[in-house]
């Protein structure tokens, strides 16, 4: 993945960087340049462009690159099983859900997303050092907690979706 | 010489196909079609003799002929039975969708459908699919290409709405087949407005493109970043548009009407009229700010009245559905209203003025639509079409719309690809076996938001064979999404542990067989024998123009090589040529053309004689052939 776009196997990503070699692969390899030429070249972009595609997903998101620097490591990110039975993580994630639920205004809802947010980057932080330390059992739970983070932000948007819009809610229907 | 050797690196090329036709942009739209192409910067839309640029995607199906535009639409005021407007709305549905919004949709829907297959229209007689009819829409637009570039089209970048499903995107392509045109590229809708909005304004940034057209809604949010158009998030409704404004308003009318004349039930046809007397109060409501509109049914007419604030409180509850559809879109791009810099009005029902408030509103700026919202989308697929033939330094990222998934235990869907991926992508995902020495296993594909496999789009079956006996959860089941930059899925199922593999290019639950495609292909290569005739017709002609032509200034020059006989002869069969070519077998005019040419024939070989004669004056022997062809060249012109 890291070799993909040329970046270095290191937690740490340079976002612009990062940015940058994504575009500069998809603009020479995507398939639309590649339209009117031999199959064997249009093979070629398509599995290429692809892969780019998933380098940049995995890079790009904090969790899923920790996942992956983890199997690298041959110490495979925890599973969910693992987190039922780490009481600190569970705990946390139930007072934030009960947070969440209590909520009822914009603001409200606000202030919840903006806690989620900070206490992510905190742990991203940490992740970087535990990383940076190579010591990958503390990288493994970082991890594991910044999965539950963010897809308590995910929940918490959603909701503030539906806040703002009313009854109208099921965007996606 | 020997040419200098060329090296490129891949995908550097800057011309790829210096000789290959440039090729159109077509926007294929609910209401209303265009074609447009981009040579040198700018596209242009392709108008015909009139200055008209949009031609309404409305079909009238006659006795002897089919019938595409504007002249479709008056059809439909004495014949709507005969009309089919917004098929769009149909692409790749089945019957049972259809049956779901029935009531909606001014057609009369073939009763007896097999199950599970597409959904056909009764027309004028005649049993249609949608496919088919928006073939009929495409051949009419390509031949105003045609007929403005003065040359044949072949090949064009075609828009989709973004949230388009699978099955609508094959049937898309299958319309372009079968109207004889190639598909490049489907490009998405918002995707092509961004894309000519980003080249004409320089537009860098955060930018949301609102596209509300007469049957559907979509809401793109893209990154425009040194001419990369990177979609972040894409969404919309497929049920959603002006035409569900205009719905809203003739129930309205209707509504009055009954109250006032008592009248129950109304035809087909009949509704199709009310619908047309609610389009054009909403479209004049855009400026005015009150009127009254008549509808005139088995004679009797009735006046209805409606002002802006009556007619805002009508359409509010399908605008506020647009609105919410946006903030989701906006939240899975992770980003609020305020992070967008701009946003670009596409389609004509922008021009609602509540639409036009409630956007402003929500994004907090004045929204853009200086380039007209009718044809913004045209435009692009243009400049697409463009990149695509002859190489750009812009590139489009898009994303897939809807997630797409498996069923798995208990009618549950499970996401691989999840909505909003960038394409092109390929995801693989591990499934097992539930029963002890299970040798079959059904894949089902299905497309959507929801949980519940019954409330997705299905999208295909199909049985991987020949799975070894094992215990049940022994056998490894990969199965890879890939989904190309068509936004096409193909699917393919592999037991990991002994290679029993098996593949399949969606064929959409609700798409055409291949024995239906290939019928349809066969009913339009009838149609392309008639176009065929009519184009060798012309080319007989111009054949015979070119060899009257010749004669005659052969003769102006050279008579002296002719006896007074010789000459009458030749000038016979110049006549008859002139008066056959008048005419429409081109059988006989080739054969007139024969025959004049036999009559010169002695003609040319004394001219070219002379030719050879007064050139091997003074001529090197080496220098002999090069002359002698020439000459005869010369002499046959
Ligand atoms: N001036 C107007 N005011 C309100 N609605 C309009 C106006 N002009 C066009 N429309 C509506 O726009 C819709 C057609 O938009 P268009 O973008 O051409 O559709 P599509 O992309 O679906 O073909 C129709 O429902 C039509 O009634
Ligand atoms: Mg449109």
């Not at chain 1, 989620?116 to 739970?141: I, P, S, V, W």
């Not at chain 2, 192409?37 to 949009?54: F, H, N």
């Not at chain 2, 955060?206 to 049957?215: H, M, P």
């Not at chain 2, 006032?260 to 007397?277: D, F, I, Q, R, V």
Request: charged content about 25%; proline content about 4%.
């Amino acid at each position: 993945m890291f070799a993909i776009l040329g970046m270095p196997v290191q937690f740490e990503v340079d976002a612009a960087e990062l940015e940058r070699r994504y575009f500069a692969e998809q603009r020479r390899f995507h398939p639309d340049r590649f339209t009117g030429k031999p199959e064997r070249e249009r093979q070629f972009s398509m599995q290429h462009s692809t892969n780019v595609n998933e380098a940049y997903r995995v890079l790009g998101d904090p969790v899923r690159r920790a996942e992956h620097l983890l199997l690298l490591a041959g110490q495979p990110a925890r599973t969910v099983e693992e987190t039922v039975r780490d009481p600190v993580i569970l705990m946390r994630a139930l007072e934030m859900r009960e947070a969440l639920a209590e909520a009822q205004s914009r603001a409200e809802i606000d202030g919840v997303l903006k806690a989620a947010k900070g206490e992510a980057l905190a742990c991203t932080a940490e992740l970087t050092k535990a990383f940076a330390n190579a010591d990958l059992q503390c990288a493994r739970t970082l991890t594991l907690q910044l999965t539950y983070l963010q897809k308590f932000i995910e929940e918490a948007r959603e909701r503030r979706t539906r806040v703002v819009g009313g009854q109208s809610a099921g965007a996606h229907s | 010489m020997s040419p200098p050797l060329q090296i490129h690196e891949p995908g550097q090329t800057p011309l790829p196909h210096a000789r290959r036709d440039l090729a159109v942009g077509i926007d294929l739209g609910t209401t209303n079609s265009l074609i447009a192409i981009a040579e040198g910067a700018r596209p242009v839309v392709l108008r015909d003799k009139a200055g008209r640029g949009l031609v309404p995607s409305v079909v009238a199906y006659m006795e002897d002929r089919v019938v595409v535009g504007d002249e479709a639409r008056r059809i439909m005021v004495e014949h709507p039975d005969r009309v089919v407007a917004s098929v769009k709305r149909l692409m790749g549905r089945g019957a049972e969708d259809v049956l779901r919004v029935a009531g909606q949709l001014p057609y009369e829907v073939a009763a007896a459908v097999e199950s599970g297959g597409m959904v056909r229209l009764r027309v004028g007689g005649r049993t249609l699919t949608p496919v088919e009819v928006s073939a009929d829409i495409l051949r009419a637009v390509k031949a105003r290409g045609e007929a403005a570039l003065g040359r044949k089209v072949t090949e064009a970048v075609i828009t989709v709405p973004a949230h388009f499903d699978d099955a609508a995107r094959t049937a898309t392509k299958d319309a372009a087949k079968l109207a004889g045109l190639t598909a490049l590229r489907l490009v998405n809708e918002p995707t092509a407005a961004a894309l000519a909005y980003g080249l004409d304004k320089g537009a860098e940034g955060l930018y949301a493109v609102f596209d509300l057209g007469g049957g559907t809604f979509d809401i793109s949010v893209l990154r425009l970043q040194m001419g990369v158009f990177q979609v972040l998030a894409t969404g919309g409704d497929p049920l959603l548009g002006g035409d569900d404004f205009d719905q809203v308003i003739a129930e309205h009318f209707l509504a009055e009407r009954a109250r006032e004349l008592g009248e129950a039930h109304l035809t087909t046809g009949e509704a199709k009229m009310a619908l047309m007397s609610a389009r054009l109060a909403k479209e004049e409501l855009t400026t005015l700010t009150s009127g009254e509109w008549p509808i005139v049914l088995g004679g009797r007419t009735s006046h209805h009245r409606l002002d802006r604030a009556k007619l805002n409180d009508l359409v509010r509850p399908l605008v506020d559905r647009a609105i919410a559809i946006t903030q989701g879109v906006l939240s899975d791009a992770r980003m609020d209203p305020e992070d967008v810099k701009g946003v670009v009005l596409v389609g004509g029902s922008t021009r609602v003025p509540l639409v036009r408030d409630m956007v402003r509103e929500l994004f907090g700026t004045e929204p853009l639509s200086d380039i007209d919202p009718d044809e913004v989308v045209a435009l692009g697929a243009a400049l697409q079409a463009a990149a695509l033939t002859q190489g750009s330094s812009a590139l489009l990222l898009d994303v897939t719309p809807l997630s797409l998934g498996i069923e798995t235990m208990g009618g549950l869907c499970e996401k691989v690809v999840p909505r909003n991926t960038p394409i092109p992508t390929a995801r693989a995902q591990e499934f097992t076996t539930y029963q002890d020495g299970q040798s079959a296993m059904m894949i089902h594909v299905v497309q959507g938001e929801r949980e519940l496999v019954t409330e997705n789009r299905s999208l295909a079956r199909f049985e991987l064979h020949g799975i070894p006996a094992m215990v049940a959860g022994a056998a490894r089941i990969r199965v890879l999404f890939a989904v190309d930059v068509d936004g096409l899925l193909t699917v393919s199922a592999e037991e990991t542990g002994t290679g029993v593999r098996q593949e399949v290019a969606v064929k959409p639950t609700y798409g055409l067989s291949g024995d239906e495609m290939a019928g349809m292909l066969r009913a339009s290569m009838e149609h392309a024998r008639e176009d065929m005739e009519a184009r060798l017709l012309a080319e007989a002609r111009v054949d015979a123009d070119r060899i009257l032509i010749a004669v005659d200034a052969a003769l102006r020059i050279d008579a002296a090589l002719l006896s007074r006989t010789e000459r009458t002869a030749i000038e016979n069969q110049m006549q008859a040529l002139r008066a056959t070519a008048q005419g429409h077998d081109r059988h006989r005019i080739a054969d007139a053309v024969e025959a004049l040419n036999g009559a010169t024939e002695e003609f040319a070989g004394r001219r070219m004689d002379r030719e050879i004669r007064s050139a091997l004056r003074g001529v090197a022997v080496s220098a002999l052939e090069d002359r002698v062809g020439a000459g005869a060249a010369e002499a046959k012109k």
